[in-house]
């Protein structure tokens, strides 16, 4: 059993009209789902990703109106990075985004830039040699060849010890590379999952911070996969129907919140291929709500 790196990412927005138009407009991926959290429906829980969704592009939101703007540390996810295909896509960015007003350091040579979402979530993009196949969404004013091509790892705050060594290696089949990095490399794609000192000022969950991070497994071995983890000494939920995947979720040794999400049956399975994110989905569970939800969710452009 192999995890075929990242399935997606969910953080937290207190501004949805906002997120929507930074990671829309701004960076160019599409709107791949709008639905409720479906654990507290009446608030958002907004999917951007690639073109078609793919496993890998997809980047989440809950949205939590009025939060305060929350703070990575210890125990969290303080950085995204997604694949870019050259240098030159790398200037496209730079360039882009201080037009937008947004603060661009570079790093790693050149070969990366970081920056923050408008609620301060750490994002880097990274020129990355990779056989993946790109999971690009052409959206307007972002040629192909500039746009994002799907998430390459994550940096978490964390000092890694023993027991995530086991769990992340033993179990999960991550191998230790270097730069505190620990890569998943034998499945339909690759990510990496990296530990950094934690910074000495306390987290706080709250807008612009990650909410966990779903690795992406085959729709026949999740249930194996539940086993291994609980077998591993974690403390794995039992199979969660999330409407686009199935989920099992469990907290990783630093604190973070991994789930385990299946690749399928994807985001079409509600409405076609070539209208994702247009309209309001609800799982059967909320369909009731619909006339209300549609009065009262947040207006997005
Ligand atoms: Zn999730």
Redesign the pocket.
Known sequence: MELDGIH?I?CITADAPRNVDFYTRVLGLRMVKKTVNFDAPDVYHLYFGDGSGAPGSIL?FFEFPGAAQGRAGAGMIGRLRWRVGSKGALGFWADRLAEEDVVVEPAEDGQALRFCDPEGLGLELAVVESDDEPLIAVAGGIEAGYALEGFDGVRAYGVPTERHERLLVETMGFRPASDGRYALEGGRRKAWYAYEEPPAELGAQGAGTVH?I?WCTRDEEQEAWRERIRAAGARPTPIID?QYFR?VYFREPAGVLF?L?TAGPGFAVDEPLDRLGEQLRLPPQHEHLRERLERTLTPLP
């Open positions: 997606h969910t989440t966990h779903a999330r989920s789930e999400a």
